[in-house]
């Protein structure tokens, strides 16, 4: 027969135990890292004072993501953006659950009032420069230091545009990086593809998907490569390999939209839209902290977001070629979920 007994006394020792690991965890707590609630300053496990458990660079989605995941594990986190998100010229972020055609601003706006009930600070500076190590990391601005016990950079890349006549203006309004993005609102339509490189043009076969209307854009740069030929005489693709001369726009609700490419000789190819995808680059600040990348430039890190340099964790688009808005978020989300594991275990 089971008696009461023993399982009267483990309560009571468990009792006594769970009192005694509370009373040691407080000191180990506050022991390792002296912090009690309403002090203004952490200290790292060195007993060094830091400002702030993490600093998350760039607030993009990847970053907003971060810093959330960062404030509701009840860290002290300051979130800093240059002001130029990649997609700043498109009018809305498309193929985000629940956020479906939501403009880049109002996604911003949400997600900083978001974050606002948590220990996140936000503040519009470029960083320049990442130094120190993990646990004393010191980010440095135009106008001063912040240090930090982790960082994880969500600064996107840089797209480089063309310096084709009208291109520029026409990014984000016509012109665009992805089919899925905003190939819908143009579907059945008259489409370019411009790529910069053999490589990219075999993408154009994607944008059949969406219309049957399809030239692609070689600027006269380069020659396809005769697989692709065949495939897009297959597919009805057509290939332009004239030099281009620019982009011609139109007037469409107040704003200025694609309406042709213009070719050297100005013959003009009616386009209401064209998918382009210009070369990317590192941001300076990425290529000057050191991180290891990979043969396509992007920065190299495991499943849990760390790169080659202790501490210092990466989210977004500068880590892949599959590049969305709800991408870079679920990125910077799980990249601050294994920070935080990392600071509760190592500190
Ligand atoms: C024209 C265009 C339209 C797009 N449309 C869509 C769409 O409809 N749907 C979709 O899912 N995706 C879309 N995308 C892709 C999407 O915008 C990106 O995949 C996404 O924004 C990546 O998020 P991120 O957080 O990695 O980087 P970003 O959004 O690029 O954010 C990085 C931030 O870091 C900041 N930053 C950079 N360097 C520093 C520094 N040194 N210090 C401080 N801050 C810094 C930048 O100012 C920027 O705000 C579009 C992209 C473009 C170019």
Known sequence: MESKEP??????????????????????????????????????????????????????PSGHAAALMLGRGNRRVLLVDAGAPRNAAASHINGFVTRDGVSPNEFRRVAREQLAKYAVTFQERWAHEVRGESGNFEVVFGDGVITTRRVIVCVGMVD?????????????????????????????????????????ATHALLATGWTKDVVVFTDGRYALPAEASVLFAQRGIRVETRRLKGFVSREEGGASTLAAVELEDGERIACVGLMARPPQRQTK????????????GLVVVDSMGKTSRAGVFAAGDLCTLIQSALGAAAAGQRAAAMLNNELLMNG
């Open 7 to 60: 399982t009267a006394i483990t309560r009571r020792e468990w009792i006594k135990m769970s009192a005694v690991s509370a009373v040691g965890l407080v000191a180990c707590v506050t022991g390792t890292r002296g912090r009690t609630d309403d002090e203004a300053t952490l200290t790292t496990n060195g007993g060094e004072m830091v400002d702030y458990d993490v600093v998350v660079i760039g607030g993009g």
């Open 160 to 200: 480089e545009l063309p310096d084709l006549p009208g291109f520029r203006g026409l990014w984000g309004a016509g012109i665009f990086q992805c089919p899925y993005c905003h190939g819908w609102e143009l579907k059945d339509a008259p489409w370019g593809f411009w790529a910069s490189s053999p490589e990219m």
């Open 285 to 296: 600040l990425v290529a000057e902290m050191g991180l290891a990348t990979d043969e396509m």
